[in-house]
């Protein structure tokens, strides 16, 4: 059967999964085999640069750049993506076009001297290449060693293995797409640790004006999950946040309702600001934008001068 069409994706086993998730609801929904899909691997800067933190260089974007070529020279017809991943400016002639329905947003942490933070010893290194986990976890607890820690899920959990660090911090729903809950110690609360804004989701990024792939992509869209995203995107774009800055950002809809919370915080974890707003969930990028603009006044001008 001639392939209908070409999915881009990382080559990560994390991304993998998601691409085959996205083939498989996909397959559900239109009655196709799977050999009318093609996962095309696309190896981007973001899997090749380890030895340094994204916000040295050169951020989000690395993550996606060369897929986003692919799609459009027409090599791709669809790339899947973690949504935190994704900038909040994409290439002219690029869409978001589906969200597909929203796992786990939490956190987990895995523990090898202790099952949570709290009960870490005094000194203790956690390993995190976040920005916001890595100032969440000062903000907990200002004496752990707090230290760099890139590479796929799999790369990290054998780094913890070989006593780089006493615990790490990973998403939930990568660790349940991959299998791997058994690895988790703790799971974090939403309240005291929240997450990355689009943590959970997987994204379908597509050439604008493409109708034959978007009434395709419309059969798998999870329409809370779009607007929630909606609403997170909308407020990192208020702040001009990326991995350069420590935010968090969290939106759930129910019943036509939308309620966020968002969080920005120093590097150190020793300032942070919060925001919530809630309302319709069909005005969600609005009521985001509105939220980030509300706390970077609450927080000042001079707040993220000198982060980058």
């Not at 796992?103 to 009960?119: H, L, M, S, T, V």
Request: aromatic share 4%; glycine share 10%.
């Amino acid at each position: 059967m001639q392939t209908i069409l070409r999915i881009g994706t990382r080559g990560s086993p994390l991304a993998l999964a998601q691409a085959r998730e996205t083939q498989s609801r996909l397959m559900a929904a239109h009655g196709l085999p799977e050999q009318a899909f093609e996962i095309v691997v696309i190896a981007t800067s973001g899997d090749r640069i380890q030895d340094r933190p994204l916000s040295e260089a050169g951020g989000k974007g690395l993550f996606t750049k060369e897929i986003e070529e692919a799609l459009l020279e027409r090599r791709l017809d669809i790339a899947v993506h973690s949504s935190k991943d994704m900038p909040t400016t994409l290439p002219d002639g690029l869409e978001l076009s589906a969200f597909l329905p929203r796992e786990d947003a939490r956190d987990a942490f895995i523990g090898k001297a202790a099952r949570r933070i709290a009960d870490l010893p005094r000194g203790a290194t956690v390993g995190s290449s976040s920005l916001r986990r890595q100032a969440l976890i000062r903000r907990m607890r200002p004496d752990l060693d707090v230290v760099m820690f890139r590479g796929n899920v799999n790369t990290r959990l054998r780094k913890l293995e070989e006593g780089v660090a006493s615990g790490t911090i990973l998403a939930y729903a990568g660790l349940k797409r991959l299998g791997l809950e058994h690895v988790i110690t703790d799971l974090m609360s939403l309240d005291d640790f929240p997450p990355a804004p689009g943590q959970g989701a997987i994204c379908i990024e597509s050439r604008a004006g493409d109708a034959d792939t978007h009434a395709l992509l419309a059969a798998i869209h999870d329409v809370p999950t779009g607007q929630a995203l909606a609403c997170e995107r909308a407020f990192l774009a208020a702040l001009d946040g990326s991995c350069r800055t420590p935010i968090a950002g969290y939106a759930t809809v129910a019943d036509g309702q939308l309620s966020f919370a968002g969080l920005i915080l120093s590097p150190d974890g020793a300032q942070s600001h919060e925001v919530r707003s809630a309302g319709l969930a069909s005005d969600a990028a609005r009521l985001g934008h509105a939220a980030g603009r509300e706390v970077r006044a609450k927080a000042g001008e001079t707040f993220f001068d000198g982060w980058a």
